[in-house]
């Protein structure tokens, strides 16, 4: 992490100086750490809620904390608890404005792949196609291969820099990808 200014220096009582910046950058970088760690302990034990659907027993709610907290633990250990694994700087943005658009693009392109694919004629008109990806940070790009992916008809197949490769089945089906609205969408997810 970059700081923009100079140390900052404080009196002491005896008359020598003390630089705490170091100080202030220690308590920040723990403190984002544990951010990471408190947003990936929050997340996986929803989805273990979520999923196991037992919301009434407190032995099996012990259980799935305890599971919850060895994962944290081993991603700690192995040191993959960032702002890539466990991103709680974007805040509850995906989840209010990125989301349900892109659940609604991928019920869009399921009727159309569904359409294509039933279609007597099955009119495919494979094709690898470039996508500019303007993101500021590579899980921004990563957010946008993802969701490439997740959208019925496209695959990412490779991201390049600023480009990702993808391989559409028909090349109508990917004017979503081409026309870019899905990349101005993480963009703005990253401000």
Known sequence: MKWPFAPLQVDLIDGYSASILPIVRECVEHTVKYLFI???SIAL???????????DDPFLIALGVGSCLISVAISRRMKIVDEEGAPAHLGLRPFTSYAPWLIKEIVQSNMEVTGIIMSPQ?????SMIRVSANQQTELGRVILANSITLTPGTVTVRVEGNSILVHALSFEGAAEDLSGEMDRRVCALEK
């Open 38 to 40: 408190i947003t990936l």
């Open 45 to 55: 034990f929803a989805t273990w809620l979520l999923w196991s659907g037992h919301f």
């Open 122 to 126: 099955m009119q495919l008109q494979r």
